[in-house]
């Protein structure tokens, strides 16, 4: 039996995904190490949202397993994957535009203690749960905006929500999509300090366009190319590697 000690916390075994005729992914075989801060990156049509949809049920595979921490997750539903240790953000927020950023927390919070829907709206009900809510407003910055309704917060608000409403769930391998996606440079930098600080016992998966981002947080990159994986390295390894400038990302990389 492998070690738990080299166990991956996430692992794909020869992938596939098939629409039709079309191969969205083809025999990805990613292993990613417990605590990595690993991103996944590649060009438009790449099959980067394809392989995120079937980590999380999202989609069912054509081919190939999905494991976590060793277990055999290829069947599962998005729920009952949340319920091991898988959570995610999305391109596009999820998030309810009416509720506050306390409420949001508060209602993530009672779900996954199955304790109902409705005491978190009544604070000081449960004092750990209010505990637990303004610790995540602090650490995702959020406390200065945590009475105002979702829809009226500045976008990079938004974006912190929803990785706050993600760490939420206690993963243990969270998958981040674009996490600075449409987030104006100004507010930038919130996202990139609450990703820097994310617990080192939690693994990370971004996804993600944006350079900067990707070769500060990352210590191991993953490029997709057309369905498959085309080059894996450390951050050095990728930004110096004359097929992936060839591809996508160019000769700036090698500053």
Sequence with gaps: MTSTTTTPALE???????????????????AIARGARHALIGPNGAGKTTLVNMLTGVLKPSGGQILLDGRDITILDPHERVRLGIART???????????????????????????????RVPGTRPEVVDEIAALL???RLTDVMHERTAVLPYGKQRLLEIALAFACRPRVLLLDEPAAGVPDAERHEILAAVAGLPTDVTVLLIEHDMDIVFTFADRISVLVNGQLFVEGT?????R???????????????
């Design 138 to 140: 602090e650490r995702f």
């Design 90 to 120: 999305f391109q596009i927020n999820q998030l309810f535009a009416d509720l506050t950023p306390v409420e949001t927390l508060g209602l993530a919070i009672s779900e996954r203690l199955g304790t109902g829907t409705h005491f978190w």
């Design 12 to 30: 794909t075994r020869a992938l596939e995904k098939r629409f039709g005729g079309i191969v969205a992914s083809n025999q990805v075989s990613i």
């Design 235 to 239: 951050p050095d390894e990728v930004a």
């Design 241 to 255: 590697d004359p097929r992936v400038k060839a591809v996508y990302l160019g000769e700036s990389l090698d500053a």
